[in-house]
């Protein structure tokens, strides 16, 4: 990800009440809220090892989907939490 000054200037980094899952999505709310905008540029080439950190901690079994569901919904409530504050 890319931010422009902008955004740097409004905001400090990412939304804090998040671990891992539920970034982009907060990302996205926020920007649209704000009247900001993002663009995707289909010329950048980005190599993500999706999932290769937890998979060294948790393994590809139980532990690591529940490390992988308890953070997703976190991330899904703070989008939610976000989303009802602005009502």
Do not use: P
Not at 28 to 36: A, L, N, P, Q, T
Request: hydrophobic residues 30%.
């Amino acid at each position: 990800m890319f931010f422009a000054n902008r955004f740097v200037e409004r905001y400090d980094g990412l939304y804090e009440k998040t671990f891992m899952y539920g970034e982009e999505s907060i990302l996205k709310y926020m920007v649209v809220r704000d009247g900001m905008k993002m663009e995707y540029l289909d010329d950048v080439t980005v190599y993500h090892k999706e999932g290769s950190s937890t998979g060294t901690i948790y393994g590809k079994g139980k532990s690591k989907r529940k490390f992988f569901y308890k953070w997703n919904i976190h991330g899904c409530t703070q989008l939610r939490k976000l989303m009802l504050e602005q009502r």
